[in-house]
């Protein structure tokens, strides 16, 4: 506000020089295609916005198409974000889909925007995160729509973030995870970890459990207690951890 009051007392030359010049530094990073041109792999229509990082235009970090395009095999739209670092799987492609579609071995949905990236891709296309456009069997879940999955990769495990109103069944619990909770699993399918912030419990041989810190070693389920427990013959408030022997069913305080 007291920028433009101040710019606008200056006399109109000055003025408008210094528009100019904030026009040259708003576009000087950013191309636009008047003809289909490939950039970085990708396919992009004329019309399309590319940004770089630097002035010398060798650093791609976005790309605004002109409408919906198809790109490697898929029909995206708005944003394609580039991000040279991102977890443990290097560069990647932040796009935001133009309809619900198969993205190689995951069928993800459109208008997931739970940050800036949306769906991610690797630079082989290969989806490293989407949310499922419909019920999905993954590492033996039945995982439901609207789950936001994120690929493991060497010793980096799958995580499931649940919708919020759906669960899925956990075969290895013979019990039930309530919605929005995330669910950690190794590659061969064994369930981890289950985090939550939002204070949701779980049954576990008959026994409530909090979600926000489970943890599955071997056949034992190490979590806090949801609510008060008496074992072996001690009296356990909300809170205390116990360690439950998913073949025995014994339940031990550590």
């Known amino acids: 506000m007291y920028g433009l009051a101040a710019l606008l007392l200056l006399p109109f030359p000055v ?3 210094i528009m100019l010049h904030q026009q ?3 576009t000087r990073y ?3 295609l008047d003809h289909a041109e490939t950039i970085m792999g990708l396919r992009l229509p004329a019309g399309s916005s590319v940004r770089f990082f630097d002035e010398e235009r060798t650093h791609l970090i976005e ?3 002109s409408g ?3 790109v490697r095999g898929l029909r995206l739209t708005g944003r394609i974000l580039r991000y040279y670092g991102w977890r443990n799987v290097g560069a990647i492609w932040g796009v935001e889909l133009a309809e619900d579609q198969q993205v190689g071995d995951l ?3 459109a208008g997931y925007n739970f940050d800036r990236l949306g769906t991610v891709l690797d630079d082989d296309f290969v989806v490293q995160r989407c949310v499922l456009a419909r019920t999905h069997t993954l590492l033996g879940l039945a995982l439901p729509r609207g789950t936001e999955v994120t690929r493991g990769k060497d010793a980096q495990p799958w995580q499931f973030l649940l919708p919020a109103n759906a669960g899925v069944l956990l075969p290895m619990l013979d019990t039930t995870a309530p919605p929005a909770v995330t669910l950690t699993l190794a590659a061969d399918g064994r369930l981890t970890t289950m985090a939550s912030a939002h204070g949701q419990t779980i049954e ?3 026994i409530s459990l909090a979600t926000d810190a489970l943890r599955l070693d071997g056949r034992e389920v190490d979590a806090a207690l949801a609510a008060p427990l008496t074992v072996a013959g001690k009296p356990l408030e909300a809170g205390a951890r ?3 022997d998913l073949a025995s069913g014994a339940v031990r305080a550590p």
């Open 68 to 70: 919906i395009a198809e």
């Open 15 to 17: 003025t408008g020089a």
């Open 204 to 206: 576990v041989n008959g």
């Open 242 to 244: 116990v360690r439950i």
């Open 107 to 109: 069928p993800c949905r």
């Open 63 to 65: 790309i605004r198409l």
């Open 30 to 32: 950013w191309r636009t």
């Open 24 to 26: 040259h530094l708003a």
